[in-house]
């Protein structure tokens, strides 16, 4: 038996004046800082999507966009207390604002919690 979790998803565009090397590595960073806290004990999972290019050409022929810079963090909490608790927390604060200064993390990202639709589970 699975125990219901709170899933929340961060979306991050990587800054024009910076490589997407360096802000993968950044955010890989701010993963490993977060889940370092003794806040962060009660996060059940924690991913980092991060974009490669295997289906650039496809998406060209398709007439799409091809993605630019985006990097998605997914996470997931027994409740959303858990989440509150760790966005209060100093320590998280002090991450987060340390990341505006040298990434500009809040600019152009979005953070949601979410509602997973599933149409097909294999």
Same mark, same amino acid.
């Given at each position: ?17 910076? %490589? ?9 960073? $701010? ?12 996060? %059940?999972?924690?991913? $980092? ?5 295997? $289906? ?16 998605? $963090? ?49």
């Amino acid at each position: 038996m699975t125990t219901p979790q709170d899933p929340v998803m961060v979306i991050l565009k990587c800054p024009a004046h910076m %490589s997407m090397d360096v802000f993968t590595q950044k955010c890989e960073d $701010l993963m490993h800082a977060i889940i370092a806290l003794p806040c962060a004990e009660n996060i %059940s999972k924690y991913d $980092l999507c991060v974009p490669n290019r295997i $289906l650039d050409a496809h998406l060209e022929r398709l007439g799409m966009p091809i993605p630019q810079g985006t990097i998605v $963090l997914t996470s997931e909490f027994p409740a959303i207390e858990n989440l509150e608790a760790l966005a209060r927390a100093p320590e998280m604060e002090n991450l987060i604002e340390a990341g505006k200064a040298d990434v500009g993390w809040h600019l152009q990202s979005c953070t949601f919690a979410y509602d997973m639709i599933s149409k097909i589970g294999k």
